[in-house]
């Protein structure tokens, strides 16, 4: 019974997590979708039924994505596919942004994704199959944005722990999957979602350019439909194979290529001197 594979999504409430989840139920999958909002989850898609458990949950309190995480089962009797989808953009260079702001993007971005996948594990072991989606970012592979070294960072440590992830799922048949996004034309971007620096510092020019462009230039006109990501996530779940590495976006593939050519030549132009640390070279 393909179709009733049960999914679970957080930051269902908007952008490419809503579009997701009302994908999935007008293909008769069964969902269950966290926010912060519950509301606005009832508002958009309805109440709790057979197909559709909404879930008020913080992804940065341990014991309240334990508590979601076994409604879920409790209400569909299983658990398919995790979609890791949670997470905002926070723009600032590192001396600008306090400790306590890297904390909170950190927190959300990468410990509640942490929190989730600790949870869910134990069911996809016991039954010997699963799928974990981990939403990354091509920010998660490409860090040379100025303003984004944070989030940036909050995307690589997504992707390193990804790579261990599928490893340690693999022998008990779960699929890991590490997904790219380029720029998709949600509401990621809008001034209520992405975060700028509290105490900015104004001779940061490049970084205040960049931070301008993606709120003002990028905002609304970014090349990628949020319904054919949905779709292509879907696709994926189906897979037999799926792949652990998905770039996702005609973008995320140019900055993934840019970055390649970067790293090939760099390990070509150094190999002598780099390579001259062996202990056994006199």
């Known amino acids: 019974m393909e179709t009733q594979k049960v999914w679970f999504v957080t930051g269902a409430s908007k952008g490419l997590g809503l ?3 009302k994908k999935l139920l007008s293909q008769n999958f069964r969902v269950a979708a966290t926010s912060r909002h519950i509301e606005v989850l009832i508002e958009e898609i309805g109440d709790a039924s057979d197909a559709f458990l909404p879930l ?8 309240n994505v334990k508590a979601a995480v076994t409604e879920c089962i409790n209400h569909f009797g299983k658990l398919d596919v995790l979609v890791n989808n949670a997470g905002y953009a926070l723009m600032g260079t590192l001396e600008e942004l306090s400790s306590m702001e890297v904390k909170d993007s950190f927190d959300v971005n990468v410990f509640g994704s942490l929190n989730v996948i600790r949870h869910v594990a134990p069911h996809f072991r016991k039954q010997q199959a699963g799928h974990i989606f ?3 970012s091509i920010g998660g592979y490409v860090g040379s944005f100025p303003g984004f070294g944070i989030y940036c960072a909050t995307k690589f440590a997504v992707a390193g722990l ?19 996004p380029g720029y998709f034309r949600t509401g990621f971007l809008s001034k209520g979602s992405a ?3 509290l105490n900015p510092i104004a001779e940061y020019k ?3 350019q960049m931070e301008q462009d993606h709120l003002n230039s990028i905002n609304g006109n970014q090349p990628n439909d949020p319904e054919k990501a949905a779709d292509v996530l879907i ?7 799926p792949p652990v590495h998905f770039f996702m976006g005609k973008d995320a593939y140019l900055y993934a290529k840019q970055k390649l050519d970067l790293i090939q030549k760099t390990l070509e132009q150094n190999e ?4 001259s640390t062996d202990i056994s070279n006199h």
């Not at 790579?163 to 699929?175: D, I, Q, R, Y």
């Open 19 to 21: 579009t997701l989840v």
């Open 56 to 63: 008020k949950m913080d992804l940065t309190d341990n014991e």
């Open 134 to 136: 981990n939403i990354s």
């Open 162 to 180: 990804t790579e261990a992830l599928a490893e340690e799922m693999k022998p008990f048949n779960v699929h890991t999957t590490l997904v790219y």
């Open 195 to 197: 975060q700028t620096a």
């Open 206 to 208: 490049a970084a205040r």
């Open 235 to 241: 696709t994926l779940s189906k897979e037999e194979m």
């Open 272 to 275: 002598p001197l780099a390579t």
